[in-house]
């Protein structure tokens, strides 16, 4: 559902993205690991062009979106994204945030995606917050409403931009737990995280990126147990702190 | 009538010299509150000139011209403009507009030339306001609206507007109090605003402490209410947090 072929990003004359290929099937849940400043974020950025690719192509559903044609809204509505830093809007409530883009940009009646909204509230367990503000709510709560944002444009497809990378430990596994849920629902996801356990134990394909490039791309347990390149050797080494 | 109090009659009442005073403060009104909303709608355009991603010649293949890809002409005119205006005295812009622009091409009343003028000079101001307020808001608001499908125009709109006015509300009534306070050099064009009239008084009554007194109490009066009710809306928005 998701094709890229020899993506090419520069920010200046910084070479960030070498030549990216990968192709993402239905269901699939990838987890994208690499040490910082490998272009994991930045690819992420470039599946829903929030970050403009410098040269290849991305398909989604066979459109390729960087066709000067593509209406690149239209493909955002398929593609949910989550931030590290949650951005949820301040001044709108938990419920206003969730039903925001349907009503605005779906144009679905606002009767229905508030019956969607609380059906996601109770999903990611935080039906008594739907009128709370953004600055009410602590971390990980922010962070599952940011998912049940998402979700409430029914994607095709999640990318989670390390979503738990600013939260404190014990709030990590709240949002995990409903990413977890999510992978069982058969929700496509493609993940940057620091998380090795979840990488390991929740995704079916794990991605190894460093200085630009996919270096590996297999099953997250061959990963971990037997990695092919010395340069994953090495990080996981580091990470797990042989 | 003797004693001070005769004084205060000589200097303020007699021969009507109070109605400078209310004719004076009726033309610093009316030049600031014309002005400021000049100033807020072209300072609306210029800031977002400013931070406008218009690029015309992006697609230029020539490497010799490579640096016009990055010209944006809306956002460099703009902020010519800024610098300009914020790089000299408000007074000599008027004196410029005065002498050039207006009695050169057309008879227009002083009245018209303060509007124009203080509202040219506030726009500067108030457009890097909205920029500083703008620019000012997390990055990842407008990544999160545009993530969600919602076109540049709609996400500007929903998310970074409202968020903006709330955090550049009190900057703005502190340039609508500058403002206010500056048209008292309207009067070295001729304009009779309050700072005019007093000068007027104390040159007739030959008394000159008393009525700048009463100029700077009735200045401070009107800064201090426009403070007062700042202060209000600002409670108000936060409220809404």
Redesign the interface.
């Known amino acids: 559902m998701i094709k890229i072929t020899n993506l090419h990003k520069y920010f200046g004359e910084l070479h960030v993205l070498k030549g990216i290929d990968l192709e993402v099937k239905q269901g699939d849940v990838i987890a994208i690991i690499g040490p910082s400043g490998s272009g994991k974020s930045t690819m992420l950025h470039c599946i829903?062009r929030?970050e403009e690719p410098s040269k290849g192509h991305i398909f989604i559903d066979n459109e390729d979106i960087m066709n000067p044609a593509c209406d690149i809204?239209?493909v955002?509505?398929k593609?949910?994204?989550v931030?590290q830093?949650f951005?949820?809007?301040?001044?709108k409530n938990v419920l206003e945030n969730i039903i925001?883009?349907p009503t605005?940009?779906?144009k679905i009646s606002k009767e229905e995606s508030c019956n969607t909204a609380y059906e996601l509230l109770a999903k990611v367990g935080l039906s008594d917050k739907a009128s709370s503000?953004p600055?009410k709510l602590s971390g990980g709560q922010k962070q599952r409403i940011a998912i049940a944002?998402?979700l409430a444009?029914k994607p095709e497809v999640i990318l989670f931009d390390e979503p738990t990378s600013a939260l404190d430990p014990e709030m990590i596994k709240e949002v995990l737990d409903v990413m977890k849920d999510l992978a069982k629902e058969g929700m496509t996801m493609l993940i940057v995280t620091h998380e090795m356990g979840f990488a390991r134990n929740v995704a079916n394909r794990l991605i190894f990126m460093d200085n630009g490039l996919i270096v590996e791309d297999t099953e997250p347990n061959t990963f971990f147990n037997a990695p092919k390149s010395d340069r994953a050797k090495e990080f996981l080494d580091k990470v797990l702190n042989k | 009538m003797d004693g001070y109090l005769g004084v205060l009659y000589h200097i303020f009442i007699k021969d009507e010299r109070y109605m400078l005073i209310v004719n004076g403060l009726l033309f610093t009104l009316n030049v600031t509150f014309l002005a400021a909303l000049i100033g807020i709608i072209l300072g609306v355009i210029l800031s977002l000139m400013t931070i406008s991603d218009f690029k015309p010649f992006k697609n230029v293949k020539s490497d010799r011209l490579s640096y016009l890809r990055d010209f944006n002409p809306l956002t460099k005119l703009a902020l010519i403009y800024i610098t300009v205006i914020r790089g000299t005295p408000t007074v000599v812009q008027l004196f410029i507009l005065f002498n050039l622009v207006f009695t050169g091409v057309l008879e227009t009343s002083v009245f018209v030339i303060a509007v124009i003028g203080f509202g040219l000079n506030s726009a500067a101001y108030v457009a890097e306001i909205i920029r500083a307020g703008i620019q000012g808001l997390?990055k990842?608001?407008m990544?999160?609206?545009?993530?969600?499908?919602?076109?540049y125009g709609?996400s500007m709109r929903?998310?970074i507007i409202?968020?903006a006015v709330?955090k550049i509300m009190p900057a703005l009534v502190s340039e609508f109090i500058v403002l206010f306070k500056e048209t008292s050099v309207v009067g070295m064009i001729g304009g009779n605003d309050l700072t005019k009239a007093v000068r007027e008084i104390a040159a007739n009554s030959f008394r000159a402490a008393e009525p700048w007194i009463l100029a700077a109490l009735i200045y401070l009066l009107l800064t201090t209410l426009f403070t007062y009710f700042m202060r209000k809306v600002e409670k108000r928005l936060k409220e809404?947090?």
């Open positions: 829903n929030l809204n239209t955002r509505q593609v949910g994204m931030f830093h951005n949820l809007f301040p001044h925001l883009a605005l940009v779906k503000y600055n944002r998402a444009m | 997390d990842g608001q990544e999160a609206a545009r993530a969600l499908g919602m076109s709609l929903v998310i409202p968020q709330k809404s947090d």
